[in-house]
């Protein structure tokens, strides 16, 4: 199940709250850590204003061991509090619904729905204090200016989160998240998820559209009768 995670965690990003006090290494470039704080407070008061948000996607997963990435494409809808649509379009359709912690994914290919609780069926439970907006995210991460390609487009900081307590852990997927915003909106435009087996999956989001007032029925799958319902294991 930890593609679900996967495919679901850069949408959880999307309903990050208020509150949040953000930790940084000390070695870290005074100057370059304001710069952090400064889009982390222009993120924060972005999203404390947005209720709900669709967007389309495009996914670009690396796999390691493999010189071609896989692509794909779709749309996201998200809703306060904890409701979320990620659909799939190209190049094969799949729908993952997720409300608070209760996720289902339907593939119409296989005429199935995968169905259980988010929470025993991801690895890291870091991703998911993003989707609940119940823990202090400096809890969980340690966020850092970006090294390497260090800023985005208009010149912003990229962020850089890293799970704490990764250290010997290889029960937790992710090893760092980079997180890009628009300049002007502050809206994530960009993540980067690296997986500590050397997997990246990349998230571009475009076409973003804010407070449309989307109304709890985009997120209530409806199976079709021919639909097999499957219960999801869980990890220990």
């Known amino acids: ?40 407070k222009q993120l924060q008061a972005r999203y404390e204003k947005t209720k709900d948000l669709q967007a389309d996607f495009t996914q670009q997963t690396r796999i390691e061991g493999f010189e071609r990435p896989v692509t794909s494409s779709g749309k996201v809808y998200i809703k306060k509090p904890g409701r979320l649509r990620w659909d799939y379009l190209d190049p094969a359709t799949e729908q993952i ?32 204090e ?23 487009v208009g010149g912003l900081r990229l962020l850089s989160l890293t799970p704490k307590g990764q250290e010997g852990d290889q029960a937790r997927p992710v090893q760092r998240i980079i997180v890009e915003v628009f300049p002007k ?12 087996n050397g997997n990246v999956a990349t998230f571009e989001f475009s076409s973003l559209k804010p407070n449309t007032g989307l109304g709890n029925d985009v997120f209530e799958f409806k199976a079709p009768p021919d639909v097999e319902v499957v219960k999801a294991p869980v990890l220990n």
């Open 185 to 196: 909106t502050y809206f994530i435009r960009t993540v980067w998820l690296h997986e500590v």
């Open 1 to 40: 199940m930890k593609s679900i995670l996967m495919r679901v965690v850069a949408g959880m990003f999307c309903i990050v709250v208020a509150g949040t006090v953000w930790a940084a290494d000390a070695a870290v470039d005074d100057k370059a850590m304001q710069e952090v704080n400064d889009v982390v």
């Open 97 to 128: 619904y997720v409300n608070q912690d209760d996720v289902k994914v339907y593939v119409p290919e296989h005429k199935q729905v995968l169905v259980g609780k988010l929470t025993r069926m991801a690895a890291s439970q870091a991703p998911l």
């Open 130 to 152: 993003l989707l609940q907006g119940a823990a202090k995210l400096e809890e969980s991460f340690t966020i850092a200016p970006a090294t390497g390609k260090e800023r985005g």
